[in-house]
C-alpha cells in the first residue's frame, strides 16, 4: 500500500526529477533514425513497447521511489471526501480545509446529516461547492444506510456513491486499501501518458485501459502517483521543465523546451 501523509505524522517524501547533469541538447546526441537508444546502447525505439515502458519505470523509480497520495487523510472515508473536493482544485487549498473540516465531521453520519447551507460554506474554497455538497452528503448517506458506514471496497460498489467516477474510486482503492482496481487517470496522468507516447487516446477511460495493458498491476498504484508528482513537480502543463527531467531521452513530445 502507498504511503500517505497523515495529519499528525510527518513523511519523508523525495525529491523532485533530479536533473540528470548533462543538457537537453546533449542528451538528445543518443538519437539514431530507429529511435532512441539507452545508456547500454540498446534503442527502445517510440510507443509503448515492453522495452521502453520498463525504461520510463525505472527512471520514475529513481526520482520518486516513495511518490504517494497528497491528500492529507488518516482513514478511507477522510481520503473518499478529500477526492471529492479535489477536483478542479488543488490538494494544497483541499488540505486546508479539510484540516477544520474533519474535526467537525468525523465520520459519514456526520456529513449525511449535516446542515447543507453550513456545509457549503466550510468547502466553498475547494470551487464547485454546491455540487459537492450534495456529493458528500449524498455519498455520506448511502455510506451509512447501505454499507454500515464503511467505505464500500469494491469498484463496483464505489460507483454507486453519488460524486464517484473511476478516478475517485482508483484513488480510494489505491491509497485508502492498497487495492491495485485501476490506474488512477488525473490530468497530470492523462497529460504525461500522451507525452511520453504511452497511448495515442485522450479519453480519461481509455487511457487507464492502454496503461492497464502495458503497467504491471503491482505497479498501478505507485505509478499513477509517480506520474502526478512528476507533473507538478517537472512536467509542467505550460513550460515543462526538460532541462530537469530524467525521463528527457526516452521523451517525443512536441512542446518540450530546450
Known amino acids: 500500500m502507498a504511503r500517505t501523509k497523515t495529519r499528525n505524522g510527518k513523511k519523508k517524501t523525495a525529491g523532485a526529477g533530479k536533473s540528470t547533469g548533462r543538457s537537453a ?12 537508444k539507452s545508456a547500454g546502447g540498446l534503442p527502445l525505439g517510440r510507443g509503448p513497447n515492453p522495452q521502453r515502458v520498463r525504461a520510463i519505470l525505472h527512471r520514475l523509480d529513481e526520482a520518486y521511489p516513495e511518490a504517494s497520495c497528497e491528500l492529507i487523510h488518516e482513514n ?5 471526501i478529500s477526492t471529492i473536493l479535489s477536483a478542479q482544485c488543488t490538494d494544497v487549498t483541499v488540505n486546508i480545509v479539510t484540516k477544520e473540516l474533519f474535526p467537525k465531521y468525523p465520520d459519514a453520519r456526520a456529513l449525511a446529516y449535516a446542515d447543507p447551507r453550513a456545509l457549503e460554506q466550510e468547502i466553498r474554497p475547494t470551487g464547485f461547492f454546491r455540487n459537492k455538497t450534495k456529493s458528500i452528503m449524498g455519498a455520506s448517506k448511502k455510506i451509512v444506510e447501505e454499507f454500515g458506514g464503511k467505505v464500500p471496497q469494491t ?3 464505489l460507483l454507486t456513491l453519488p460524486g464517484v467516477a473511476r478516478k475517485t474510486a482508483n484513488v480510494v482503492l489505491g491509497s485508502g486499501f492498497g487495492i491495485a482496481s485501476g490506474i488512477v487517470v488525473d490530468t497530470h496522468v492523462q497529460r504525461l501518458s500522451e507525452r511520453l507516447d504511452l497511448t495515442k487516446n485522450t479519453d480519461p477511460k481509455k487511457i487507464e485501459q492502454d496503461l492497464m495493458q502495458i503497467i504491471l498491476r503491482e505497479k498501478w498504484i505507485l505509478f499513477s502517483h509517480q506520474l502526478i508528482w512528476h507533473g507538478r513537480r517537472v512536467c509542467n502543463a505550460r513550460k515543462p521543465k526538460c532541462a530537469e527531467c530524467n525521463l528527457e531521452r526516452l521523451c517525443y513530445s512536441k512542446d518540450k523546451t530546450s
Do not use: I, V, Y
Request: glycine letters at 20%; aromatic letters at 4%.
Open 25 to 36: 541538447k546533449s542528451a538528445r546526441g543518443g538519437a539514431t533514425a530507429g529511435g532512441r
Open 155 to 157: 469498484m463496483e460498489e
Open 76 to 80: 478511507p472515508f477522510e481520503l473518499l
